[in-house]
């Protein structure tokens, strides 16, 4: 933390780059990060590599209007800074940076991350990157927050911890911190969790009527899996196929559960969440991924059938 802090405080040019498919997390770490810098006189670009425009559920968050697109970004900078991504192909076409830039700084709280910047401030402890910021922020006496940085550090930390119901101590005393910087935490828990599109329920009638329990899977723990196809989002944003985990997951009968999310001809995100003793990031690194103990993922080709029977197998 202390190297990151001292790269920070000489940086006169920055890019910020947010993971690919981005979620509130690197969206209100990058954001909170380049509000803080620009206070400091720092040139900063925040950017995101995929989709090619910001998920409107995004748009409240202060900051998010200017986002840049990966085109614009300045091609030379002296300071780049990759925030929740778990490796370099998460942040794609700006993954470049990492090699170009005079200093690149990782700051991350996936278990995963093996550290790919020349300086890497990674937690797995930590419930959110936005807590590693909020950590960074405090060595510069940037406390308490101005409003807008602890409205996208909140943004981050709700929504990675589940409104706060997997998550330790430190997350809570943040909130409460971030709460009295002045920040309506019942609007931002509202609309990134509570606010969908009416055609959700029609999306979630035909993915969750499909949906399979496997009681013998996991050595008789239960898998619970769903399947997203590019046709049940007709018309819906694509982060809507991000919120099904979290209804799947809930399975009684199941520790723990798989939604498989179809992006391409044969070309699936798959999104693994488990209960209390199955180690998903360990199942997803077999196939390429990553993530936490409890909340994992990675990409797969091939039949539909044939993922899930690998996914089962590795499972055991």
Excluded at 19 to 41: E, K, Q, V, Y
Excluded at 84 to 95: F, I, N, P, V
Excluded at 206 to 226: D, S
């Amino acid at each position: 933390m202390h190297e990151v802090t001292a790269l920070l405080a000489r940086a006169r040019d920055a890019v910020i780059a947010c993971h690919i498919h981005p979620d509130a997390d690197t969206l209100g770490s990058g954001l909170a990060l380049a509000a803080f810098l620009r206070s400091r006189g720092t040139r900063v670009s925040v950017s995101f590599a995929e989709p090619s425009a910001l998920p409107e559920v995004f748009a409240t968050l202060p900051g998010s209007g200017d986002i840049m697109r990966p085109s614009d970004v300045p091609a030379a900078v002296d300071t780049f800074i990759s925030v929740d991504a778990a490796s370099s192909d998460r942040l794609g076409e700006l993954a470049g940076y990492v090699g170009t830039a005079a200093h690149s700084i990782v700051i991350d709280h996936h278990r995963s991350n093996a550290g790919f910047g020349d300086v890497n401030y990674i937690d797995a402890t930590a419930d959110s990157t936005t807590v590693l910021v909020a950590r960074i922020l405090r060595q510069f006496g940037e406390a308490p927050f101005p409003r807008d940085i602890a409205h996208c550090l909140y943004a981050g930390l709700v929504t990675d911890t589940g409104s706060f119901r997997w998550c330790g101590p430190e997350a809570h005393v943040l909130a409460a911190e971030l709460i009295g910087c002045g920040i309506d935490a019942v609007a931002i828990s509202r609309d990134l969790l509570d606010t969908h599109p009416f055609g959700r329920l029609g999306m979630l009638s035909t993915v969750l009527g499909g949906a399979r329990l496997l009681p013998e899977v996991a050595g008789g723990q239960g898998l619970v899996l769903a399947t997203v196809h590019e046709a049940d989002l007709l018309g819906l944003p694509e982060d809507e196929r991000e919120t099904v985990i979290d209804i799947v997951r809930g399975t009684a009968e199941a520790e723990v559960a798989a939604v498989l999310k179809e992006t391409g001809p044969a070309r699936w995100a798959v999104s693994l969440r488990s209960k209390q003793c199955v180690d998903v990031a360990r199942v997803a690194a077999a196939f390429g991924g990553g993530g936490h103990a409890r909340s994992a993922g990675f990409n797969a080709t091939g039949d539909q059938e044939a993922v899930i029977a690998d996914l089962v197998r590795e499972l055991g």
